[in-house]
C-alpha cells in the first residue's frame, strides 16, 4: 500500500506540472491528478514555502503557489505567507501573477496593512495589456477594504467601466457592490457606472450590472427603461447565473410598468355571475366603463423571451423562469411551467426540495397545474424524510374526486413506512382528504380507525389525533368510534394521544354517559404519573363529567382537584384552582359560577386542516423568504400591478437610421414589381402596339416569330428602360444608393447596347451563311421558347396564386429574359459557342429547417430548392416553403415580416395564408435574389400573434442553372477562363466511384449543372450560369489510373468556384 501511494504521487506530481490554472475565476481549478496530490496529507510540509517563494526561479515560486491555493480550497490558513507572497506581484510571469492575485482576493481584507503597500504595482497592473491581469488586480483593489483608497477604488472602477475588454467591465460590475459596501455615500457616482454599464450591449457584462443595480439602486426602475427591450433579447445569451438576476429584477419591473393580466379573467367571472341579474342598462354602463384588457407588447417580449429558458440545464434558471411566469403571465399560459418544474425532480435532493416547495405553493391555487403529472410526486423509497413530506403534501393538495382512489391506494403503502415522521404525516393528509372531499370522509374514518390496532403506538397516536379532529364535524354519527378509542385507552401511552382520547370524551361526554364515568376513575388512579398535557384534560373531563353527572363523579373530581393541588407544575395548580373556583360553588364563590356549564360545555368550531403553504405565496417564489416562510434580510416585496397603464414610450428608443434605408428601396422594388405586372395585363391595344413596334425594330426576319414572344421582348425592352431611368433618378435623389444603381444601369445599357449591336450586324451582312444561320439559330430559339412556356405553366400546379387570374402571362419575364440572352449570343460569325438553358438533370429531395415546430410554437417550416426557373424574375433562385401547423389551435396570417436583406439582395414574398387549420401542410413560393453568394436571406415569418426571425441559406450548387452545349464550344469557353478563374484539385476515390454514372450522380446532387458529351470515357463535363450574372461555370472530372480524379472548376466568380470545388470534392472522395 505505501508504494502504491508514492508512485501515485509521483504521477500527481508529474501531472501538477501540466496543469493550469483556470483564467479569471476567482477560485482556481486544478487537474483530478493534481488536485490529489495538492489535497493529500502526505505530501511536503508547509516549511519550505518560504524559501521556494523566495527563490530566483520562477518555476519554484508556481509550484509555491499551487501548494498554497491547495491549502486555501482545503479550508487551511496561509495568512502567514501574506509578506512572501505579495513580494511577488509584480513578477513578470503570467500564470505565477494570476496566482498571486487569486491569493490576495482571499486574504486582502485581513492583511490590509501588508496590501496596501503595494497598491501602486496593482494601479500599474489595471493597464497591463492583459485583460485577466486588469481584472485581477481591479478584484484585489476592491477586496482591500479600507476607506482611505475608496477614491482609488472609484477612479480604477471609472476606468474599467470603459475598457475595451467586456470581462474587465464585469469586474468593475462586481467591484461596484464591494464598493458600495464600504462607502455607502459613493452611491450618486455608481449610480452613474451603473447606467453606463446597463447600456453595455455585452452579454458577459449584462448579468454583473443588473446584479450591481439590484445591490445599489434597486428603486431606481427609470435606469431599466431604456434597456429592458435590450436585456429581454440578450437574457438566452446571458450566462446562466446572471439570467437568474435579470429574471428577477425584470419580474419586478413587470410588476410596476403593466397593467394586471388577471383582470380579464376576474371581470368575465363577474360577468357571468351578475348577467342573470343584471339590467340591459346595467350591462351597457359596465361595458363602458370597462376597457378590454389588451396586453402590453413589452409584457409579451419578456414572457416570449423567457420561454425558451424553461429548457436550461440550469435549476435555478427554470426556477425563475417558473415565477416569473407564475407572477406576470395570463393564468391562462402558467401551465407551462409545469412540465420544466417536474423535469427538475431528477436532479439533487437540495434542488428537489427547493422546487417542491415551490410546487406545493402554487398547487394550493391551482391544481390543474400538475394533475398530469401526479405520478410523478409519488414517494420513493430512496428519498429524505423531508422529500417524502413535499411531495405527500402536493399530492394531497391535488387530490380529487376522480383521482382520490388513487392517492389513498398509495397512502396506504405510505402508512406502513419505517420512517415514523413520513407514517404520521400520512396519517395527518388522510385527515386532510377526509375534510377536502366529503364523499371519501367515512372511508378515511374506516381506515384510521383500522389503524388503532397497529402495532406502532406513533401511528396509532397519530390516528387518533386526526380522528379527533375529524370526529369534530360529525361526532352524532361516530359514537361507536368514541368508545372503541375509550377502550384504546389503557393501551396507548403516547401523551398526545391520550389527551385527544380524553378531550373526545368529555366533550361528547353525553354520547358514552356510561364508558366516561370509569375512564375518569381509571385516569385518576394515574393522576401522577401522568404528562402535564394529559393532567391538563384530566381536569377537563372531570370539570365537564361533574357538570353533567355529579352523582357518579363529585367525589371522584374533588380526590383529582386535591392531588392536583399540590402537583409540581404551576400551569396544573392554576388550572385547578381556577375550576374548583368555577364549578364548586360556595360562600366566595362570584358570578362566574353561574355559567359554567356554558363555558365547558358550549359548542367548539371543527378545526379546519389546512396546508401548511396556504400563506406562503405571500412571498415571492423562489426567494429565500418563501423557503423560510419568513422575511428574510434583503428581501424585496414584490409590487402589486398599477391601476393605470404607466406611459409605454418610455421604453422606446431611437430608431437606427440604417434600418429605414435597408427597408426603404424594398418598398420601391415591390412597387416596381406591381407596375410591371400591371404592364404585363395590358388591353389588347398595347400588345398590338408593342406588336407593331417589335416588327419594325426586328426586319424582316422577324415576321415569322410568334408575336406573344415579339411582344413579351418589346415590353421587356420598354421595362428595362423605364428602370433604368427610375434608377438614374433615384441615384440623383438618394446618393446613399448611388453606386449599386449605376451598376445595374450599367449592366441594363451594356445588354441593350450589345443587342442592337447584333441586330445591326444581322442586317447589314447580305452572306447566305450568316443569314442561314440566324434563320438556324432562330428556329431553335422558337423551339426553346416553347418547351420553356409549358415547364412554366407546369410549375403553377406547385404554388397557389389565388390572385392571379391569367396563369399563361406568368412565364413573361422568363421569356423576355431568355430571348434577351438569345439575342446576346447572335452573331454572323460561324465560331460563337451555342450555350442554352435545359432542364435540370436531377433535382434532390433534400429540405432545410426554416422553423422549428418548438420555436415556432406549433407552426414548423421546411424549405428546398426546386430547380425551376423562379416565375417572378430571372435573377431569382426559386424557393419553396412547406408550412405545418403542429398545435391544436388554427394559425392565421402567415406572412413574411419585416426582411433583413444584405446589400443589393432581393427577395419575393409568398402570398399570405389567411388559416392554417391544426395538422395540415401547405406549400407556397417564393424568390431570393441571392446576388451569386451564399449568404443568408434574413426575415420574419410572422402569424397574427408572434414573429419568428428564420433565414434561408442557398447551398453554392442552388445558385446555378443548368446549359447545354457542345463539346467544342465547353473547350473553347473553358479556354478562356484560365489562370486566377480556375480552381482544380486532386481526388483519391474508390473504384466503384470512379463509373460515368457514379460520378453524374454525386455532381448533379450536389450542383444544378447540365451534362456536356464528352468523346472521352475517363474525361466528365458539366456546364451551368449562374442565375443573377449568368456567369458560365465549367466542371470537368477527369479519371485517371488508380482511381484517382482531377476535378477543375473555371468560372470567373472565384468564390463560387472555390466554394464548388470543396463541396465536390468532399462528395467524390466518399466511398
Known amino acids: 500500500m505505501a508504494s502504491n501511494s508514492v508512485s501515485y504521487n509521483d504521477q500527481a506530481e508529474r501531472g501538477l506540472g501540466s496543469e493550469s490554472t483556470e483564467l479569471g475565476q476567482e ?236 383582470k380579464e379573467e376576474e371581470l368575465l367571472d363577474e360577468k357571468n355571475e351578475k348577467t342573470f341579474y343584471d339590467s340591459d342598462e346595467d350591462q351597457n354602463r359596465s361595458s363602458v366603463a370597462k376597457k378590454p384588457y389588451i396586453m402590453d407588447p413589452d409584457h409579451r417580449l419578456l414572457l416570449r423571451n423567457t420561454r425558451p429558458l424553461l429548457q436550461s440545464r440550469n435549476a435555478a434558471v427554470v426556477m425563475g423562469v417558473a415565477q416569473l411566469y407564475w407572477h406576470l403571465a395570463p393564468k391562462s399560459e402558467v401551465n407551462i411551467v409545469a412540465k420544466s418544474l417536474v423535469r427538475l425532480l431528477r436532479s439533487h435532493r437540495e434542488v428537489q426540495y427547493i422546487v417542491l416547495q415551490n410546487i406545493a405553493t402554487m398547487t394550493i391555487q391551482r391544481k390543474g397545474m400538475f394533475e398530469p403529472y401526479l405520478k410523478s410526486f409519488y414517494v420513493r423509497s430512496t428519498d429524505p424524510t423531508q422529500i417524502k413530506i413535499l411531495k405527500l403534501e402536493i399530492l394531497t393538495n391535488l387530490t380529487s374526486e376522480t383521482n382520490i382512489s388513487v392517492v389513498l391506494r398509495e397512502f396506504q403503502t405510505y402508512v406502513k413506512s419505517q420512517d415514523k415522521q413520513f407514517a404520521a404525516a400520512t396519517i395527518q393528509a388522510i385527515g386532510r382528504c377526509a375534510t377536502n372531499i366529503s364523499e371519501v370522509t367515512d372511508t378515511c374514518l374506516n381506515g384510521l380507525v383500522y389503524l388503532l390496532s397497529n402495532r406502532d403506538e406513533n401511528v396509532v397516536a397519530e390516528s387518533v389525533v386526526v380522528i379527533k379532529k375529524l370526529l369534530q364535524t360529525q361526532p352524532s354519527q361516530h359514537s361507536e368510534i368514541i368508545k372503541h378509542m375509550a377502550k384504546l385507552l389503557g393501551n396507548i401511552t403516547v401523551p398526545m394521544a391520550r389527551a385527544s382520547i380524553l378531550w373526545l370524551i368529555g366533550e361528547y361526554c353525553e354520547r358514552v354517559p356510561k364508558i366516561a364515568p370509569d375512564v375518569l376513575r381509571k385516569v385518576a388512579k394515574s393522576f401522577t404519573n401522568e404528562e402535564e398535557i394529559v393532567k391538563l384534560q384530566i381536569l377537563n373531563l372531570g370539570a365537564k363529567l361533574y357538570l353533567t353527572n355529579p352523582k357518579q363523579t363529585k367525589l371522584l373530581m374533588q380526590y383529582i382537584l386535591n392531588v392536583a393541588k399540590y402537583d409540581q407544575n404551576y400551569d396544573i395548580r392554576d388550572r385547578t384552582r381556577f375550576i374548583k373556583q368555577l364549578i364548586v360553588p360556595n360562600e366566595k364563590s362570584g358570578a362566574l359560577s353561574k355559567y359554567a356549564k356554558k363555558i365547558f360545555l358550549v359548542q367548539k368550531p371543527a378545526p379546519v386542516l389546512e396546508s401548511p403553504f396556504k400563506d406562503r405565496d405571500r412571498f415571492q417564489l423562489s426567494t429565500l423568504s418563501h423557503t423560510l416562510n419568513t422575511k428574510a434580510s434583503g428581501y424585496l416585496e414584490l409590487p402589486d400591478w398599477p391601476q393605470t397603464a404607466p406611459d409605454p414610450s418610455v421604453r422606446n428608443v431611437e430608431v437606427v437610421q440604417p434600418v429605414k434605408e435597408q427597408v426603404a428601396p424594398l418598398g420601391k422594388l415591390k412597387v416596381k414589381k406591381d407596375n410591371l405586372r400591371d404592364k404585363f395585363y395590358s388591353d389588347s391595344e398595347e400588345q398590338e402596339e408593342s406588336n407593331k413596334g417589335s416588327e419594325s425594330s426586328s426586319g424582316s426576319d422577324s415576321k415569322s416569330e410568334d408575336s406573344s414572344s415579339s411582344s413579351s421582348e418589346e415590353s421587356s425592352d420598354s421595362e428595362s428602360e423605364k428602370e433604368e431611368k427610375n434608377k438614374d433618378s433615384d441615384s440623383e435623389n438618394n446618393q446613399a444608393n448611388s453606386k449599386s444603381k449605376k451598376l445595374s444601369s450599367a449592366t441594363s445599357s451594356d445588354s441593350e447596347e450589345s443587342s442592337s449591336e447584333d441586330s445591326s450586324e444581322s442586317e447589314s451582312e447580305s452572306d447566305s451563311e450568316p443569314d442561314s444561320r440566324v434563320k438556324q439559330k432562330k428556329e431553335e430559339k422558337n423551339t426553346v421558347v416553347k418547351a420553356a412556356v409549358k415547364q412554366e405553366v407546369s410549375l403553377l400546379d406547385l404554388v397557389d396564386f389565388s390572385e392571379v387570374s391569367t396563369p399563361v402571362a406568368l412565364p413573361k419575364p422568363v421569356l423576355a429574359s431568355r430571348l434577351a440572352t438569345d439575342l446576346e449570343g447572335l452573331s454572323l460569325s460561324s465560331t460563337t459557342p451555342i450555350i442554352d438553358v435545359t432542364t435540370p438533370v436531377f433535382v434532390p429531395s433534400k429540405s432545410y429547417t426554416l422553423l422549428h415546430r418548438m420555436s415556432g410554437k406549433g407552426l414548423g417550416a421546411e424549405y428546398h430548392f426546386p430547380r425551376q426557373p423562379c416565375i417572378y424574375n430571372t435573377k431569382m433562385v426559386s424557393v419553396q416553403i412547406t408550412l405545418t401547423n403542429s398545435s391544436d389551435k388554427e394559425i392565421r396570417n402567415i406572412q413574411v415580416g419585416e426582411r433583413k436583406l444584405a446589400s443589393g439582395m432581393q427577395m419575393h414574398d409568398f402570398y399570405k395564408i389567411e388559416c392554417l387549420e391544426p395538422g395540415m401542410s401547405k406549400t407556397v413560393s417564393m424568390g431570393v435574389d441571392f446576388c451569386d453568394s451564399t449568404q443568408a436571406a434574413n426575415f420574419q415569418l410572422c402569424t397574427l400573434n408572434d414573429h419568428f426571425s428564420v433565414s434561408v441559406q442557398p447551398p453554392v450548387g442552388e445558385l446555378l442553372l443548368p446549359v447545354t452545349t457542345s463539346e467544342k464550344d465547353f473547350k473553347k469557353e473553358q479556354g478562356k477562363l484560365t489562370g486566377m478563374n480556375e480552381n482544380s484539385t486532386a481526388i483519391t476515390g474508390s473504384p466503384q466511384n470512379s463509373s460515368c454514372q457514379a460520378i453524374v450522380h454525386k455532381v448533379v446532387n450536389v450542383a444544378n449543372v447540365g451534362v456536356v458529351p464528352s468523346g472521352q470515357d475517363n474525361i466528365h463535363r458539366f456546364a451551368a450560369k449562374t442565375v443573377n450574372s449568368g456567369a458560365l461555370v465549367l466542371i470537368t472530372v477527369e479519371v485517371k489510373e488508380g482511381s484517382t480524379m482531377q476535378l477543375s472548376i473555371n468560372t470567373e466568380k472565384s468564390v463560387i468556384g472555390s466554394v464548388l470545388l470543396r463541396e465536390l470534392k468532399s462528395v467524390l472522395s466518399q466511398e
Not at 477594504?145 to 475595451?164: H, N
Open 27 to 262: 477560485a482556481t481549478a486544478v487537474t483530478a491528478g493534481g488536485g490529489f496530490r495538492l489535497f493529500s496529507a502526505d505530501y511536503k510540509k508547509n516549511e519550505d514555502l518560504h524559501e521556494m517563494l523566495e527563490s530566483n526561479k520562477d518555476a519554484l515560486k508556481l509550484e509555491a503557489m499551487k501548494r498554497i491555493v491547495g491549502m486555501i480550497a482545503k479550508g487551511k490558513n496561509a495568512s502567514e505567507l501574506f509578506p512572501a507572497v505579495v513580494k511577488n506581484v509584480a513578477s513578470k510571469n503570467i500564470e505565477l501573477k494570476k496566482l498571486v492575485y487569486v491569493y490576495l482576493v482571499r486574504y486582502a481584507e485581513e492583511q490590509q496593512d501588508l496590501a496596501l503597500l503595494s497598491i501602486s504595482t496593482f494601479q500599474r497592473a489595471l493597464k497591463d495589456p492583459n485583460q485577466l491581469i486588469r481584472a485581477s488586480a481591479l478584484r484585489v483593489l476592491s477586496s482591500i477594504r479600507v476607506s482611505i483608497i475608496v477614491p482609488i477604488m472609484m477612479l480604477s472602477i471609472k476606468e474599467a467601466a470603459s475598457d475595451l475588454s467586456p470581462y474587465v467591465r464585469k469586474t468593475a460590475a462586481h467591484a461596484i457592490q464591494k464598493l458600495y459596501s464600504l462607502d455607502a455615500e459613493q452611491k450618486e457616482p455608481l449610480v452613474e457606472i451603473i447606467e453606463k454599464l446597463l447600456k453595455d450591449k455585452s452579454t458577459l457584462v449584462a448579468g454583473s450590472v443588473v446584479m450591481s443595480f439590484e445591490e445599489v439602486c434597486p428603486e431606481r426602475i427609470d435606469l431599466i427603461h431604456k434597456n429592458y427591450r435590450k436585456l429581454c433579447n440578450l437574457l438566452v445569451d446571458v450566462e446562466e447565473w446572471g439570467q437568474v438576476v435579470i429574471i428577477n429584477m425584470l419580474t419586478r419591473y413587470a410588476r410596476t410598468q403593466f397593467l394586471s393580466p388577471w
